[in-house]
């Protein structure tokens, strides 16, 4: 990773928090091993375990679906977000005070390379879309 394990779900926020990367390292009794190393960044993989423990103690959370809409009751002061997942055909209300957007941003790609867009150039944004054929044309 790009930055310090300090900047895990929650460190930075509230360093007692029992979701923090030392604790997941804690908690899998590799600390100790952690520490004495003086490693200073984490793999991507080794986020992605500890993002899935987290996630895993976690029973309010949603995957796979689609917000298909937002709007906002002013009688009630409450956001109300559609949700559908495709997968299983399935609709979620959810009613909320307070919302975070977070649907990341717009791949930037100038329009002079776009040309040299192939089945073997493309923007990182694609990566995890394709990965399936990347990996299979290094065979
Ligand atoms: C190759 C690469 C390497 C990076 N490395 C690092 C790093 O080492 N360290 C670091 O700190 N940052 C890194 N970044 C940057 C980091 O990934 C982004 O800053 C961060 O992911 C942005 O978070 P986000 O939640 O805004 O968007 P995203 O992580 O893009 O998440 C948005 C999510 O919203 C979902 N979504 C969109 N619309 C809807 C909808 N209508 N309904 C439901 N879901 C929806 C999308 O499917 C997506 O899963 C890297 C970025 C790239 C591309």
Not at 9 to 17: F, Q
Not at 113 to 135: C, P, S, W
Request: proline residues 2%.
């Amino acid at each position: 990773m790009q930055v310090s394990y300090l900047a895990d779900l929650v460190t930075l926020a509230d360093p007692s928090s029992k979701f923090s990367y030392l604790n997941f390292l804690r908690s899998h009794n590799r600390l100790i091993q952690f520490g004495v190393h003086e490693q200073g960044y984490i793999t991507r993989s080794e986020y992605n375990r500890y993002c899935r423990w987290v996630c895993g103690q976690l029973t309010n959370l949603l995957f796979g679906f689609t917000v298909e809409s937002v709007d906002y009751n002013r009688e009630l002061e409450i956001f109300i977000v559609s949700c559908y997942d495709k997968s299983t055909d399935s609709r979620q209300i959810i009613r909320t005070r307070k919302l975070v957007v977070g649907i990341g941003s717009q791949p930037c790609l100038p329009c002079n390379t776009r040309q040299f867009l192939n089945e073997k150039v493309l923007h990182a944004a694609d990566y995890m879309y394709r990965r399936g054929e990347i990996i299979q044309s290094k065979k």
